[in-house]
């Protein structure tokens, strides 16, 4: 931290501050960018971390909270909990409004990222500004000190940008078309979807799209795999933003029923550009469908699976089975295992040439094994079980008793 004083800049001031157990647990600990021990953690709780239902990750935060504080209590080392540093904060904000009349504050780094609305902070709203003197972030010093800074022409960076995206979209070209659509409700069948195009993007020209797209059906016809993610809503219907699709495929099931060649719409009929579908749309088309829902209503993930029979009868080819994803059971985890499958099935069917090693990291991709770097810390065994009520009353300084 750099002092700032009258607009004079001390970068060597000392600078002290103290730690929340939230602060050390929750952040130290389960932030991706520090320890990220979330998963190791819950993995070694016995907890499924594919199911977010559960809410195993709030056990995890909670557990380690409560271990944190215990360890400092075990060691005679100060530390405050989230809750009190939070009514400290208050009295505080409080004091200095009846002193100068303001307290800055930046709401983000004040509520402690353990408790959410039930610690006092949440709901104090603040206000951010600068006072002087203050303490500031600066550069780390070893980095900046003794170098200068070399400018590259507006013109140079240009070329530069040119060049590089010339090669990038001859490369790009090469690559077979991939389509990802996603018709959702609450946003979940949209996050598989951009983790279905990043997969294929490892090999393919992949893009994505929502199902409500304007002429989704010449989307298709350009593409040599067409992946769908989508939802159920309410008993078996489609989300809102596929109702219009929908429609349109019911259509043309009918009039391949009625034994029609063909498929696309006479121009006299009430349609805008937007409903055209082309002629051979579907033909030497690879596609995959994977449907979401839950098991807790009757017709469990209906429009998915109608989405599947649909394109397989109108004349897609279907890279694998419908994907069924239940929201009671390990859903991602469904659509990592069906993701994967389907491509690995797409890269044979298309004949893709590619290195064993480039399958491998792309594979790698939608595996979620923990990324902690176990060179910073080690698991200990405890060499004294303590029991449960033991534990619990040292923590919350109680008399903790087993009721039967």
């Not at 004040?110 to 951010?128: A, F, K, R, T």
């Not at 929502?210 to 993610?229: D, G, M, R, Y």
């Not at 069906?338 to 090693?357: G, M, S, Y």
């Amino acid at each position: 931290m750099m002092l700032e004083v009258g607009g004079v800049q001390f970068p060597a001031a000392p600078f002290s501050g103290w730690y929340t157990g939230a602060e050390i647990a929750t952040r130290d600990f389960l932030d991706i960018q520090r320890y990220n021990l979330l998963e190791t953690i819950g993995t070694k709780m016995g907890l499924d971390i594919d199911n977010n239902s559960n809410l195993w990750k709030d056990k995890v935060s909670l557990e380690l909270n409560i271990a944190v504080l215990q360890s400092y209590q075990l060691a005679g080392v100060s530390i405050v909990d989230h809750y009190t540093q939070s009514d400290q904060f208050l009295d505080h904000m409080k004091s200095e409004y009846q002193t100068r009349g303001g307290c800055p504050a930046d709401w983000v780094w004040i509520v402690p990222p353990q408790g959410g609305s039930l610690v006092s902070s949440y709901h104090q709203e603040m206000v951010n500004y600068h006072l002087s003197p203050a303490y500031e972030y600066q550069d780390n010093l070893w980095r900046k000190h003794g170098r200068t800074n070399t400018k590259k022409s507006l013109k140079a960076v240009s070329w530069m940008l040119l060049f590089w995206n010339s090669i990038y979209k001859k490369l790009l070209s090469k690559r077979q078309k991939v389509s990802v659509f996603y018709a959702t409700e609450t946003g979940t069948s949209k996050k598989f979807a951009t983790s279905a195009s990043q997969l294929f993007q490892t090999t393919f020209d992949s893009k994505i799209y929502p199902i409500n797209t304007p002429n989704v059906f010449s989307l298709i016809k350009e593409s040599k795999v067409a992946i769908f993610v989508t939802s159920t809503f309410g008993n078996g219907e489609p989300p809102t933003m596929a109702a219009g699709f929908d429609n349109k495929l019911t259509e043309l099931m009918g009039q391949m029923k009625e034994e029609s060649c063909d498929l696309s719409l006479t121009p006299n009929k009430n349609y805008s550009t937007e409903d055209f579908v082309p002629e051979d749309w579907i033909k030497n088309l690879h596609f995959g469908v994977f449907a979401l829902g839950s098991t807790a209503y009757p017709n469990f993930a209906a429009f998915g699976k109608y989405l599947d029979s649909s394109l397989y009868t109108l004349g897609g080819d279907r890279l694998v089975p419908v994907g069924l994803g239940d929201e009671l059971g390990n859903q991602e985890g469904a659509f990592k295992v069906w993701v994967k499958q389907t491509f690995l099935t797409a890269c044979e069917d298309l004949n893709i040439q590619t290195t064993n090693l480039k399958m491998a990291e792309a594979i790698n991709m939608m595996n979620k094994a923990p990324v902690a770097d176990t060179s910073f810390y080690r698991w200990r065994i405890m060499e004294r079980k303590i029991e449960l009520n033991d534990a619990l009353g040292k923590t919350h300084n109680a008399d903790m008793k087993t009721m039967t």
